[in-house]
């Protein structure tokens, strides 16, 4: 199973919840391995973790900063243009496809409420875990003090190397992005950067109230393992993709 998933330690702790993150074994890109493959994929989680779910809800990802709720009433619905979910519902599992992007799961084991978020440059520059939370504040009760975060495997600072143009939109929302970004070389006339975006999202949740040790990244990065994980950085356009659940259990 180790081999097959990435979990959490501190999130294996809580029996009411379950999680994982998948590596290369598996491939969630529908594009390569079609609907049926997706749904064969799914079965061999259950078999595997012995956990039957009531649904997988993996939404229509575009790299927005869109979060809905999820609740009996929309759970046949289509989650168009949608980079995030939370819920309190028991028996089903929120999936996030990921390949180099960040999935951050949320947990607040007081209020029984969970999340799934896919936060890519574009979503971290955007700030989607503060909606997440926000929205986990105001529609659940939550408080940001009980809230816990894992940051599943994505790729890090040292291979997440951007031109200035994507520098320039960081520091039209972050004043202190020089902390966060490091000088690459010129290549192509072009000078390049690396921009450490787990850590930006880190500082995002700590202003929001959470604790520093209630957020913990898997520290792995998919593009130096990209032997082991799916990695759009390494593998371009035949890249396949991860999957990260979260589930509180029925």
Known sequence: ???KYFTFDKLNLYDEIIHLSTNKRMNFATP????EGIKKGFREIEQDIGYKFKKIKTPNQTHSNNVRV????NLEEEFLDTDGIITNLKGVALGIRTADCQ???LYD????VIGNIHSGWKGTLNKIVVNAINLMISEYGCEAKDILAFICPSILKCCFEVDKEVVDS???QFSDIDEYMTLGDIKENKQKYFIDTVAINKKVMTDL???DENIISSDTCTKCHSDLYHSYRADGQISGRNLSLICLKK
Do not use: R
């Open 32 to 35: 390569i391995v079609g609907a």
């Open 103 to 105: 999935s951050i799961l």
């Open 109 to 112: 084991p007081i209020k029984g």
């Open 209 to 211: 109230g959470l604790l």
């Open 70 to 73: 999820l609740t009996d009433e």
């Open 1 to 3: 199973m180790k081999e």
């Open 170 to 172: 960081f520091k039209e």
